[in-house]
């Protein structure tokens, strides 16, 4: 079973408009990571929020961590037809990566 | 600077053939990934090293699946024999020493096709 897993499987919006992926995790991490990963590509870290931090920033993208609830948000603003890609959440324990199975956002004109 | 290289990008091989992709970690990088992606189980680690040494072996992928750090800067997976239920984007990860399992860049990925 998934010991990290986005709530949505697919979303859409339209270019301009915010955009907000939740994860929920299981186990006691050391990190939350964002992913995103465009067609034919490998996933790339978008931002990394340590289990002491409560919200980080990384220009549009704003990454929140709730350790009581066990639950993340990303968040996009000002969405670009270039961010359509798959937004994975992925809890860190050790060198143990735990993947969501990703969130695939579509942005559209 | 380059980033993580793999390759082939795309491999057909016929059930019980032997394959081995390759990866090719960030320069200067001491900690090495395998994973494999699918649709249905999403991505499951298949291997980790720390400076060459491995830390992870796999658990269930290990009877058909073996990875290998042949010196700081190759690794190779190799799956033999290969399966249908094999199929699926491999993918190899590589971070600093400092980074971790916090900080890994991925490489493109190699499409295994196993028919």
């Known amino acids: 079973s998934q010991l990290a897993e986005e709530n949505s499987w697919a979303l859409s919006v339209h270019e301009g408009e915010s955009v907000t992926v939740n994860c929920s995790y299981k186990t006691s991490i050391t990190a939350l990571q964002w992913y995103r990963q465009k067609s034919g590509k490998g996933p790339a870290q978008l931002i990394l929020?340590?289990?002491?931090?409560r919200e980080k920033r990384n220009g549009r993208l704003r990454a929140t961590l709730d350790t009581s609830s066990q639950s993340s948000s990303l968040s996009i603003t000002a969405t670009r037809c270039e961010d359509t890609a798959v937004y994975f959440c992925?809890?860190?324990?050790?060198?143990?990566?735990?993947f969501g199975s990703g969130t695939r956002l579509l942005v559209s004109p | 600077d380059a980033g993580v290289t793999q390759t082939p990008r795309h491999e057909v091989a016929e059930k019980g053939q032997t394959i081995i992709l390759k990866c090719e970690p960030v320069s200067g990088h001491n900690d090495l990934f395998w994973y494999r992606q699918t649709k249905i189980q999403g991505l499951e680690l298949l291997s980790y090293?720390?400076?060459?040494?491995?830390?992870?072996d796999g658990g269930a992928f290990k009877d058909r699946f073996k990875a290998e750090m042949l010196n700081s800067s190759f690794s190779t997976l190799k799956i033999q024999p290969t399966e249908p239920k094999d199929s699926a984007v491999y993918l190899c990860?590589?971070?600093?020493?400092?980074?971790?399992?916090?900080?890994?860049?991925f490489g493109p990925g190699t499409r295994l096709t196993v028919l």
């Open positions: 090293f720390r400076s060459k040494s491995l830390m992870e």
């Open positions: 992925a809890s860190t324990g050790g060198y143990k990566v735990v």
């Open positions: 929020i340590r289990s002491n931090e």
């Open positions: 990860a590589s971070s600093s020493r400092t980074g971790g399992a916090l900080e890994q860049y």
